[in-house]
């Protein structure tokens, strides 16, 4: 790792914390963007805004063993740590911080938290236990480091707005920046799970966005249920659709008819090849 010349390598709490409270007496702003590694475009898309906005960005590389709710899931999560360093320091990053799972959460205690309806739908329904892991990683991550402001993709969009209830809810001072999704030229979203599709499949995962703007264009034309429905048939011809809900992006409540919300948005997850794609789109014109 001696090859890093510019960029920071940091194992641990405490060394993070020594770098942080150094660059805070020097009046510096922190970015942090949080990843569990694999890094592709969409991570780095990230990195590169935190550059823009602030003095100093701290990118964190850590596979939370507590949001895994399928061991086989965590076990087949892609190792590309060396290649992520040298994306990394390509961007000009300042610091990794590549914690160990062991002495990350030594002496963190449990949180109990009731997230709303957002922790009960989706993600929340279909991966019992993730968001809990995702807030207790968060939340170390930014006691640790206490940015100004921390970039997440939309991808992910219901763990954004777990990201952003546990911002108000910890009263953090920290910005939350939401990052639209980054996706490859056929529109599939960008995913460290893509690595693991075949060409075929890849051109196939193309359908999950295309039948998200089919809904967006088919607003007027279909009630929600009705669209949901041609959406799930459309993609259970060659993925096996896990969910397709169409919600209102601020509540997170299920879009029964179009006069009951102003920001619906469609997500969904489809599993192809044994892997789990995961996707959203604003309907809105
Ligand atoms: O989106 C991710 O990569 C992870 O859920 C996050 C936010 C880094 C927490 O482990």
Redesign the pocket.
């Given at each position: 790792m001696d090859q890093y010349k510019l960029m920071e390598i940091l194992k641990t709490k405490g060394k993070v914390k020594a770098v942080v409270q150094s660059w805070k007496s020097k009046g510096y702003t922190i970015g942090l963007v949080?990843?569990?590694g694999a890094l592709h475009e969409g991570h780095l898309q990230l990195v590169r805004r935190s550059l823009i906005e602030n003095d100093k960005t701290i990118c964190?590389i850590?596979v939370?063993p507590l949001?895994f709710n399928k061991k086989e899931d965590l076990d087949k999560y892609p190792d590309t740590f060396e290649q992520d360093l040298q994306f990394l320091e390509k961007e000009g990053c300042d610091i990794v911080f590549a914690p160990e799972a062991e002495a990350f959460y030594e002496g963190v205690g449990a949180n109990y938290y009731d997230f709303g309806l957002l922790g009960t739908v989706m993600e929340a329904q279909h991966r019992p236990g993730h968001f809990e892991g995702?807030a207790a990683?968060?939340k170390e991550l930014f006691l640790a480091i206490m940015p100004q402001k921390a970039y997440?993709?939309e991808k992910?969009f219901q763990?954004l707005s777990i990201?952003k209830w546990l911002r108000t809810t910890e009263q953090f001072p920290i910005e939350i920046v939401g990052c639209d999704t980054v996706r490859s030229g056929r529109g599939l979203a960008l995913s460290s799970r893509n690595l693991r599709l075949t060409e075929k499949a890849l051109l196939t995962a193309a359908e999950i966005y295309a039948t998200l703007n089919f809904c967006r264009n088919n607003v007027v034309i279909f009630d929600p249920q009705t669209l949901v429905e041609h959406a799930i048939a459309k993609l259970n011809q060659n993925c096996e659709v896990e969910y397709f809900e169409i919600v209102d992006e601020e509540t997170f409540e299920r879009v029964e008819e179009w006069e009951e919300t102003t920001c619906p948005r469609a997500f969904v997850v489809v599993h192809l090849e044994g892997v789990r794609l995961i996707d959203n789109l604003s309907l809105n014109p």
């Amino acid at each position: 790792m001696d090859q890093y010349k510019l960029m920071e390598i940091l194992k641990t709490k405490g060394k993070v914390k020594a770098v942080v409270q150094s660059w805070k007496s020097k009046g510096y702003t922190i970015g942090l963007v949080p990843t569990m590694g694999a890094l592709h475009e969409g991570h780095l898309q990230l990195v590169r805004r935190s550059l823009i906005e602030n003095d100093k960005t701290i990118c964190s590389i850590f596979v939370n063993p507590l949001q895994f709710n399928k061991k086989e899931d965590l076990d087949k999560y892609p190792d590309t740590f060396e290649q992520d360093l040298q994306f990394l320091e390509k961007e000009g990053c300042d610091i990794v911080f590549a914690p160990e799972a062991e002495a990350f959460y030594e002496g963190v205690g449990a949180n109990y938290y009731d997230f709303g309806l957002l922790g009960t739908v989706m993600e929340a329904q279909h991966r019992p236990g993730h968001f809990e892991g995702v807030a207790a990683v968060v939340k170390e991550l930014f006691l640790a480091i206490m940015p100004q402001k921390a970039y997440f993709g939309e991808k992910d969009f219901q763990q954004l707005s777990i990201i952003k209830w546990l911002r108000t809810t910890e009263q953090f001072p920290i910005e939350i920046v939401g990052c639209d999704t980054v996706r490859s030229g056929r529109g599939l979203a960008l995913s460290s799970r893509n690595l693991r599709l075949t060409e075929k499949a890849l051109l196939t995962a193309a359908e999950i966005y295309a039948t998200l703007n089919f809904c967006r264009n088919n607003v007027v034309i279909f009630d929600p249920q009705t669209l949901v429905e041609h959406a799930i048939a459309k993609l259970n011809q060659n993925c096996e659709v896990e969910y397709f809900e169409i919600v209102d992006e601020e509540t997170f409540e299920r879009v029964e008819e179009w006069e009951e919300t102003t920001c619906p948005r469609a997500f969904v997850v489809v599993h192809l090849e044994g892997v789990r794609l995961i996707d959203n789109l604003s309907l809105n014109p």
